[in-house]
Structure formats: structure tokens, C-alpha cells
């Protein structure tokens, strides 16, 4: 069973930076290796953040390009999301889900992170 584990949100004022950390059981980055951050704020509909994959690299939402990296530590299974410069814009739940193919729906998610950016 895939499980992946989101942590690392909290409150943090405008223009300061956290690291989320997306845990993954088992070898689940070799049989799912596109890893994506999305992420929904009160009211509004999931929106895509950032994704990396083996094929193409990193992919960044344009809201974020610039502010946002993501990374991965094969060795840890954990992927990563450094956000800096933060926005009170940026305040949403953050979930992290893998994939197996980019023509295919993302297979399964965390139970996410809140984020809070005070300004």
C-alpha cells in the first residue's frame, strides 16, 4: 500500500520560507516516479504547484516559478518543496501525489500540510 506523508506546514509571516517534505512508503518513487505538489485554498478548486519526474525534470506553476524548488532524496524517499519568499496567496492545504505515467491521472495522495502565510 502507498502511504506518503506530508509535513513541515505552519504559520510563517509574508516573505519567509518553509520546506515541506513528502515521505513516501517503500520503493514507491520506482513504481510511481512522478511526484506532484498541489495544493487548495478555502473556497478555490486544487491547483497544481510543482511536479519532477525523471523525463522532463522540474514543472512549476507560474504563481510560483522563481520562489518555489522542488527536489527529491532517493535515499530518504522523501520529495521536497522549499517555498520561499511567501505570500499570503500561498495559504492553502499542500498535498503531495504520485504517478506513474505523465498521460495518467495522479494514482495516490497525502493527507496534506497547512500552510498559513500572515502578511
Known amino acids: 500500500q502507498v502511504q506518503l506523508v506530508e509535513s513541515g506546514g505552519g504559520l510563517v509571516q509574508a516573505g519567509g520560507s518553509l520546506r515541506l517534505s513528502c515521505a513516501a512508503s517503500?520503493?514507491?518513487?520506482?513504481?510511481?516516479?512522478?511526484v506532484g505538489w498541489f495544493r487548495q485554498a478555502p473556497g478555490k478548486e486544487r491547483e497544481f504547484v510543482a511536479s519532477i519526474t525523471w523525463i522532463i525534470g522540474n514543472t512549476y506553476a507560474d504563481s510560483v516559478k522563481g520562489r518555489f524548488t522542488i527536489s527529491r532524496d532517493n535515499g530518504k524517499n522523501t520529495v521536497y518543496l522549499q517555498m520561499n519568499s511567501l505570500k499570503p496567496e500561498d495559504t492553502a492545504v499542500y498535498y503531495c501525489a504520485v504517478r506513474r505515467r505523465l498521460n495518467s491521472d495522479y494514482d495516490y495522495w497525502g493527507q496534506g500540510t497547512q500552510v498559513t502565510v500572515s502578511s
Open positions: 517503500g520503493s514507491t518513487f520506482s513504481t510511481y516516479p512522478i
